[in-house]
């Protein structure tokens, strides 16, 4: 277990940080639904989006440090290894999204309403957030999800096809500067061209999020205010979204390799 370094644990704790933070996007629009106010909670919901990309950039140099530290025997089979613990916090991370849902979807609905009062200022409500009186009263709203929460949640109505469109952009997003930096170490006559490639993979996932996955969810979240369609749909969609994306943190592990390759031989037209 020697690949399991301290660097490899910061990483993998700030990784289950930021899919924590993308699985509880998904509670926004419940709580804008919730409480008819969707305009608010998108631009809530953007935010939290920009926090975890950013943080997904931020963390990317120290991963790129562990392929510079690898051991020279055994490159490969060692950066496979720590990868796949990385890979693995993002399931975990999903995990306790999933599990803490409940609870944030009455923490935004809250915080959406405050949002309102505050003329739609951020800074204005994350300060009046981190007063004593609002922390305390967050964690009295902190619950362990029960079998009553699912009251009403039909799965025979959903979109199969978004299903599985959120499964494989997740897995790609979640292994694209893994595989990057796992090609570096197939090619590397190419190693600058195939890390470079990581940028245009999370790119391509993030545009695929946002043609055929978000928009689908706002528009539901939508016809839930205007009476056009029933909260109950909108919940089923939103637990079927966060059932796929923790489902593609378990197919990023089998396309991990494949992907390197892929963008191993892909470098060979880009010099």
């Known amino acids: 277990m020697a690949f399991i370094t301290a660097k490899v644990l910061y990483i993998s704790l700030f990784i289950l940080i930021i899919h924590t933070i993308e699985t509880l996007a998904y509670a926004v629009r419940l709580s804008g ?33 562990l392929v510079d530290k690898a051991p020279d025997g055994n490159a490969l089979g060692f950066i496979e290894d720590q990868f796949r613990v990385i890979i693995g916090a993002s399931t975990l991370g999903t ?9 944030f979807i009455a923490l935004f609905s809250r915080a959406i309403i405050q949002l309102s009062k505050q003329g739609g200022s951020v800074p204005s409500l994350i300060k009046l957030l981190l007063t004593p009186q609002y922390i305390k009263r967050g964690l009295h709203l902190m619950h362990i999800p029960k079998r009553s929460y699912l009251k009403g949640v039909s799965f025979t109505r959903i ?4 299903f599985f469109i959120n499964m494989v952009v997740t897995a790609v997003y979640t292994i694209g500067v893994l595989s990057a930096l796992y090609a570096s170490l197939l090619v590397p006559d190419r190693s600058n061209t195939a890390v470079m490639a990581s940028g245009m993979i999370n790119g391509i996932a993030t545009i695929l999020l946002a043609v055929f996955v978000d928009p689908k969810i706002s528009v539901m979240a939508d016809d839930v205010i205007h009476k056009r369609g029933d909260y ?38 880009l010099v």
């Open 95 to 103: 995990l306790l999204g999933i599990i803490l849902l409940p609870t």
């Open 33 to 65: 639904a919730r409480v008819g106010m969707i305009a608010a909670a998108l631009s809530l919901f953007n935010l939290m989006v920009i926090v975890s990309r950013m943080a997904n950039m931020l963390q990317q140099p120290f991963t790129g440090s």
């Open 232 to 269: 109950s749909r909108l919940k089923s969609v939103s637990l079927m979204m966060i059932t796929s994306r923790l489902l593609g943190t378990l197919l990023a592990q089998l396309l991990f390799i494949p992907g390197a390759y892929y963008i191993g031989w892909f470098t060979k037209f």
């Open 159 to 162: 979109p199969k096809r978004l």
